[in-house]
């Protein structure tokens, strides 16, 4: 793996994190009806008591509620907490100078000077990776931010904001995918073992796969609404899975098979951000960091989901 920088250090000391794009999203994950503040607020004061420091957020997540949302929380709170937002790359931001402008609005929502970290919410249709990287150069430059990151950046994609930031002076971060025991094509298409190659934290977001690594969910209990229908293929395959999952978790002192899923992720060098919606989701996933599975269990984990592709 290539060393470190300095300034990117941080990222690689954080074993798990706390994703907000549930905060707010009444759309995909029906805010407002199942859970409301209370119970985010609950979510990430058990987050933050249990170590919890790194909260991903972006203005997309909630029309930039789940930013608002978090920066009341930090507010009243007397806990450092590192904090992720992205920029989404609409068709009509069609220059370098929309991203300095939307991080601005990001900070405004937050309450705060700059973040931790930025991200390019997803490579964009109008703007080449080159001049995303030269406006994230510039929010650096302003001390805006203090690192920078990408997300869903295939391995070109990601290589090409590498090399342009490169120019700056700048290393590029962090690359924000979607990496779960059952998505598992940043090991096949190389991206994975690139980001190691050059000390680019690999972020892992929907990491227990929407619910289904935490075992509640079967194919006569669906997970509601647009999951339901998003993952009915893939119930049928998992109950071999969750039952490696259950076994390996009476090893570890009866970890759940959330808790395993989450744990495998950082043998393989990832950082997830599980959402939590309440206190007993992020209480559960703070119990996933912490140990560590066995090489032979990874290897186990590695051979029943293999085939398993969505």
């Not at 900070?107 to 990776?129: A, C, F, K, N």
């Not at 924000?176 to 025991?181: A, D, G, R």
């Not at 190659?197 to 619910?211: H, N, Q, V």
Request: hydrophobic fraction near 40%; proline fraction near 5%; charge should be positive.
């Amino acid at each position: 793996m290539a060393e470190v920088s300095n300034e990117t250090r941080f990222l690689h000391a954080i074993e798990l994190g706390l994703g907000a794009w549930q905060w707010g999203d009444r759309v995909f994950w029906a805010y407002g009806q199942q859970y409301t503040d209370k119970e985010i607020r609950e979510a990430f004061d058990i987050s933050l008591n249990l170590g919890i420091r790194f909260v991903d957020t972006a203005e997309i997540y909630g029309s930039g509620y789940s930013e608002r949302l978090l920066g009341r929380f930090m507010k009243e709170i007397d806990q450092p907490v590192l904090v992720a937002g992205k920029f989404f790359p609409w068709l009509w931001k069609i220059t370098k100078g929309f991203i300095p402008r939307a991080l601005k609005g990001s900070l405004d929502r937050l309450g705060v000077e700059s973040l931790d970290l930025y991200q390019i919410h997803w490579p964009s249709m109008t703007l080449s990776p080159e001049t995303m990287m030269e406006g994230m150069a510039e929010c650096v430059k302003r001390g805006m931010t203090r690192t920078v990151g990408v997300s869903n950046f295939d391995e070109k994609q990601m290589i090409r904001a590498y090399t342009t930031l490169a120019r700056h002076g700048i290393p590029l971060a962090s690359n924000q995918v979607h990496y779960s025991l059952l998505t598992r094509d940043v090991e096949r298409n190389g991206t994975l073992a690139r980001c190691k190659a050059l000390g680019i934290r690999l972020i892992a977001y929907s990491p227990l796969e929407k619910g289904l690594l935490t075992g509640k969910y079967s194919t006569a209990n669906p997970p509601p609404g647009l999951r339901g229908s998003q993952y009915a293929d893939l119930l049928k395959k998992i109950p071999p899975v969750l039952k490696l999952l259950q076994e390996i978790g009476q090893n570890h002192n009866g970890k759940t098979p959330a808790q395993v899923s989450l744990n495998w992720l950082i043998c393989k060098g990832a950082l997830p951000i599980p959402g939590a919606k309440n206190s007993r989701q992020a209480e559960e996933n703070a119990g996933g960091a912490g140990w560590r599975l066995t090489d032979e269990e990874v290897a186990r984990l590695d051979t029943a989901t293999g085939n398993i592709h969505r």
